[in-house]
């Protein structure tokens, strides 16, 4: 990722305290010499055994539209269940269907198709709102 992605990231990361902390897993993309579904295939896999047993969010621009409310509820609720989350961008095919389907949630960050960059950056903002929200913080101010 370019250097502005990583400054951005970093940033929002360490505002965040130690119990809410995000951990970036980045996995080297499945070589092109295969076709699309078998790449996509091959990817999830690999997605599947990196996530392990957390609570599993695709991100996918037809998946359901939460606000920064209903995305800070639901990491309260996962962070109240002791329960590990795995944000999930794909690679610049996306993700394999049956692993969208086997998420426990699909979150469209916007209805616009993202490059994964801005994604990232958005999604580390995101994740600082609602902590920001669940705590009284004064940053978010809808």
Do not use: N
Not at 34 to 61: F, K, M, N, S, Y
């Amino acid at each position: 990722m370019p250097a502005w992605v990583d400054a951005a990231c970093g940033d929002y990361a360490k505002r965040l305290p130690r119990e809410f902390a995000v951990d970036l897993v980045e996995l080297k993309p499945a070589p092109r010499t295969l076709p699309t579904a078998a790449i996509l295939a091959h990817e999830a896999a690999r997605i599947g055994a990196a996530c392990g047993r957390a609570t599993v969010v695709a991100l996918d621009e037809r998946g359901d539209p939460w606000t920064s409310a209903e995305l800070a509820r639901r990491l309260g609720r996962w962070r109240d269940d002791a329960k590990d989350v795995a944000f999930v961008i794909g690679s610049a095919d996306g993700l394999d269907s049956a692993f969208k389907a086997r998420a426990h949630a699909r979150l469209a960050l916007s209805a616009l198709t993202l490059p994964h960059a801005l994604a990232r950056v958005i999604l580390y903002e995101q994740v600082f709102r609602a902590w920001s929200l669940l705590h009284g913080h004064p940053y978010h101010r809808a």
